[in-house]
């Protein structure tokens, strides 16, 4: 049974062991996303993961990583097998998703699907209406956990720098994240998201495809802190 999803980006400040000598710098961000895994996991021991990576692939709940590419061997697991070393290759939306777990919401087992940055719509489409027949058939409540991230062309300092467009982009981006627009999310053209280092839109457009209606909305963080467009909340069926 489908339960709710939540939204968090994949910035690893997330994590205060990486956010150096000042780690409250990002305390909101951090904050927000910890309430949204734990309401996740509140009402399903079961999630689905959905971000974006170099290539696609999928990983299991028996899967462990480590934020040592990072700057600090922080270690994650996707559930409370602890089988094998811990990856340091573990794609970054997986290790946000595992520190969510972690601290958040311990006993909950995840599967992550990793999907690449170029992921064409009509499959994120197929994707998504496919995760949604999986998620209401487990007898078991079950949520869906998007790690994504927004333009990185913001401001000069951004780590895209500054593109004319990106502020508008994210703005209607930023709208539709916190009211549901699902068709909004499944039109984003995948060469204008690249330009603007939009990495998330083929997580989005897996949530779109989940949501066969709008769903109810609560947003507990929307801002671009660091040039960096970032959304935290929950859709609910």
Not at 214 to 225: D, E, G, I, N
Request: proline residues 8%; glycine residues 10%.
């Amino acid at each position: 049974m489908f339960t709710a999803a939540a939204l968090v980006p994949s910035p690893p400040i997330l994590v205060p062991e990486l956010n150096g000598a000042d780690p409250g710098n990002s305390a909101e961000l951090r904050a927000a996303a910890i309430a949204v895994a734990s309401e996740l996991g509140a009402g399903a021991r079961k999630w689905t993961v959905v971000g974006v990576g170099e290539t696609e692939e999928t990983l299991g709940p028996d899967g462990r990583g480590t934020f040592r590419g990072f700057g600090k061997d922080v270690e994650v697991a996707l559930s409370d097998r602890r089988i094998g070393r811990a990856d340091p290759k573990m794609p970054l939306a997986a290790l946000i998703a595992g520190w969510l777990r972690g601290v958040a919401a311990p006993g909950t087992s995840l599967e992550c699907r990793v999907l690449a940055v170029d992921t064409s719509p009509i499959y994120c489409a197929q994707l998504g209406s496919t995760l949604r027949r999986e998620l209401d058939d487990d007898p078991e409540p079950h949520g869906l956990l998007v790690v994504a991230d927004g333009a990185t062309t913001l401001t000069a300092k951004a780590p895209g720098s500054f593109d004319e467009r990106a502020p508008e982009f994210q703005a209607d981006l930023d709208r539709a994240l916190t009211d549901g627009d699902y068709e909004f999310l499944a039109q984003l053209d995948p060469v204008v998201c690249i330009e603007l280092g939009v990495s998330g839109r083929a997580a989005w457009q897996v949530l779109a495809a989940v949501f066969a209606g709008r769903p109810t909305c609560k947003t507990l963080y929307s801002a671009a802190p660091f040039g960096v467009g970032y959304h935290v909340g929950t859709w609910t069926p």
